[in-house]
């Protein structure tokens, strides 16, 4: 089964500052997703990428899809505090199901 | 367009007792999925239904049992609790045709004592 690893587990940044987190899959990716979770909340759906090289924006968030489809990326630019989370990438599965990777925690300081 | 819901948003039961839990699918989606999502970690697969179908399941003993609808919304029932269920339980909803995007509830978090 397809597995998926976030880095880092945990974020803390000062407002304004850019900042990457990284999902890495043990097999060839055909969807990516990346949501955003507030804590004991629900997933709240960012951004979807299925080909290899695609990059997709939204506000002050980017995501990207490596040419070989086994990395994503997402990159927040100028970070704010509403911007705090757990960020979390899913992966389609073979069984109808969407793996997910463990999240990474992002605290942003005014 | 309503978006998911489900019901309750908190429940506390103690070991050997069996809950339902339920999700409202959003306007116009007939595929529901249930996730478990244990503190600090990212959403376990459940199952899946598709017009009132099992669609796939997971990792996850007989006794998490589940329905759909006619209208598509779902149940997920969960017998004779052990503390280890206790969780964020996550309802998530898609459409037909090429988009797969899963569209997530609130959760319901449960705690068994």
């Known amino acids: 089964s397809q597995e998926l690893e976030q880095s880092p587990q945990s974020l803390i940044v000062q407002e304004g500052k850019n900042l990457t987190i990284n999902c890495t899959s043990s097999?060839?990716?055909?969807?990516l997703y990346w949501y955003k979770q507030k804590y004991g909340e629900g997933l709240i759906f960012l951004m979807m990428?299925?080909?290899?090289?695609e990059e997709k924006s939204h506000e002050k968030i980017t995501a990207k899809l490596d040419e070989k489809k086994q990395q994503s990326s997402l990159h927040i630019t100028a970070s704010q505090p509403s911007h705090a989370g757990i960020y979390l990438c899913?992966?389609?599965?073979?069984?109808?199901?969407?793996?997910f990777g463990a999240g990474t925690r992002l605290t942003v300081k005014p | 367009e309503t978006g998911v819901t489900q019901s309750p948003t908190h429940l506390i039961k103690t070991r050997g007792q069996q809950v339902t839990l339920r999700c409202s699918s959003q306007?116009?989606?007939?595929?529901v999925s249930w996730y478990q999502q244990a503190l600090g970690q990212g959403p376990q697969f459940i199952f899946q239904?598709?017009?009132?179908?099992?669609?796939g399941r997971g990792n996850f003993p007989p006794r998490f049992s589940g329905l759909q609808f006619p209208n598509y919304s779902s149940e997920l029932n969960v017998n004779a609790l052990e503390l280890d269920d206790s969780a964020l339980y996550l309802c998530?909803?898609?459409?037909?045709?090429?988009?797969?995007?899963?569209?997530f509830g609130p959760g319901t978090r449960l705690l068994v004592l």
């Open positions: 990428l299925q080909k290899g090289g």
């Open positions: 998530a909803s898609s459409g037909t045709g090429g988009d797969r995007t899963q569209y």
């Open positions: 899913g992966a389609d599965n073979n069984n109808n199901d969407m793996r």
């Open positions: 239904y598709y017009r009132e179908e099992e669609n």
């Open positions: 097999k060839t990716l055909y969807g």
């Open positions: 306007s116009g989606h007939n595929t």
